[in-house]
Every structure is written in structure tokens, then in C-alpha cells.
């Protein structure tokens, strides 16, 4: 079982920098591949980025490609999500997602979730 605690998120003006934490209460946090999704009020939920479990290999969708950058500290346990030059359109909750298989964008293919950091960006 894995347990995971989002925060940093906020109310951020356009263009200012917002870095997500996702904290994961589990001995083995190296065996698991890390995502971020959002869901915004109305819509499905959709993936952001992801990282394998070695941090060497990441993913993103293509609105945030180039502003966003997922990362993981696994002596910390915590997988990151620093959000450079946010949008309104950005404005969601943010969650982080684990699975022990490769990382993917399905958001179907991962087994734990945390509860979700909300993100709202004004211009």
C-alpha cells in the first residue's frame, strides 16, 4: 500500500513559478513509476508528466512541455513537479499517481492516488 501527500499548491500569477511536492509513505518508493495528473472542474482527468522509477526517463503531455519538469528525490521518498510560467489554463488539482510498472500516461494504469493539491493560476 502506498500512501501520498501532495502540497505547494496555491494561488500563482501568470508567469510565476509554483513547485509541487508529492510525499510517499512507503519503504520501497524506488520500485515505483510517478505521474502527475490534473483535473479541472468539468473535465476528465489528465496526465502532466511522469518518471520511471531510476528518475532517468521522464514524459509530458504537450501543453506543458517546456514549462513543466517532473523529478524524484527517492532517498526523500517525494516525486516533484515545478511548473514554470503557468497559464490560466493550467488552473486544476494537481495529484500524484504510482504504479510498479513502467511509467505511462493511462491514467487507468496506476494503482495509488493521492488526494490533490489545487493549483489556480489569475493573470
Known amino acids: 500500500q502506498v500512501q501520498m501527500v501532495e502540497s505547494g499548491g496555491g494561488l500563482v500569477q501568470a508567469g510565476e513559478s509554483l513547485r509541487l511536492s508529492c510525499a510517499a509513505s512507503?519503504?520501497?518508493?524506488?520500485?515505483?513509476?510517478m505521474a502527475w495528473f490534473r483535473q479541472a472542474p468539468g473535465k476528465e482527468r489528465e496526465f502532466v508528466a511522469s518518471?520511471?522509477?531510476?528518475?532517468?526517463?521522464?514524459a509530458y503531455a504537450e501543453p506543458v512541455k517546456g514549462r513543466f519538469t517532473i523529478s524524484r528525490d527517492n532517498a526523500k521518498n517525494t516525486v516533484y513537479l515545478q511548473m514554470r510560467s503557468p497559464k490560466p489554463e493550467d488552473t486544476a488539482v494537481y495529484l500524484c499517481?504510482?504504479?510498479?510498472?513502467?511509467?505511462?500516461?493511462?491514467?487507468?494504469?496506476?494503482?495509488?492516488w493521492g488526494q490533490g493539491t489545487q493549483v489556480t493560476v489569475f493573470s
Open positions: 512507503v519503504s520501497t518508493f524506488s520500485n515505483y513509476a
Open positions: 499517481a504510482a504504479r510498479e510498472g513502467p511509467p505511462t500516461g493511462d491514467v487507468g494504469r496506476y494503482d495509488y
Open positions: 518518471i520511471s522509477q531510476s528518475g532517468r526517463m521522464a
